[in-house]
C-alpha cells in the first residue's frame, strides 16, 4: 500500500518562505515522477509542481514559477516543495502526489496516489 505523508506547512507572513516534505512508502519512489498540487478553499483542486524520476525535469504552474522549487531526494524517498515569497494567495492545502509514471503528468489523473495533504496559511 503506498503512503504519502506531507509534513512542513504552518503560518507565515507575506514573503517568508516554508519547505514542504513529503515522504513515500510501500512503492519504488525513485520510478516515479511526483508532484505537488494545491487546493484553496472553496475552489478546485489545482497543479503546483511536477518532477519526473531522477529530477533532472520538473514543471510549475505559472502562479510560482521563480518562487517554488520542486525537489526530490530519492534516497531519502522524499520530495520538497521550496516555496519563496509566498503571498496570500498561495493559502491553500498543499497535497503531495504520486504519479502513475516516470514522467510527470499537469492533470490530477496523472497521479494515483495522493497524500492527506498539509495547511499553509500566508498572512498578509
Known amino acids: 500500500q503506498v503512503q504519502l505523508v506531507e509534513s512542513g506547512g504552518g503560518l507565515v507572513q507575506a514573503g517568508g518562505s516554508l519547505r514542504l516534505s513529503c515522504v513515500v512508502s510501500g512503492r519504488t519512489f525513485s520510478s516515479y515522477a511526483m508532484g505537488w498540487f494545491r487546493q484553496a478553499r472553496g475552489k478546485e483542486r489545482e497543479f503546483v509542481a511536477a518532477?519526473?524520476?531522477?529530477?533532472?525535469?520538473?514543471y510549475y504552474a505559472d502562479s510560482v514559477k521563480g518562487r517554488f522549487t520542486i525537489s526530490r531526494d530519492n534516497a531519502k524517498n522524499t520530495v520538497y516543495l521550496q516555496m519563496n515569497s509566498l503571498k496570500p494567495e498561495d493559502t491553500a492545502v498543499y497535497y503531495c502526489?504520486?504519479?502513475?509514471?516516470?514522467?510527470?503528468?499537469?492533470?490530477?489523473?496523472?497521479?494515483?496516489?495522493w497524500g492527506q495533504g498539509t495547511q499553509v496559511t500566508v498572512s498578509s
Open positions: 518532477i519526473n524520476w531522477l529530477g533532472g525535469n520538473t
Open positions: 502526489a504520486g504519479g502513475r509514471s516516470s514522467w510527470y503528468g499537469l492533470s490530477q489523473a496523472d497521479f494515483g496516489s
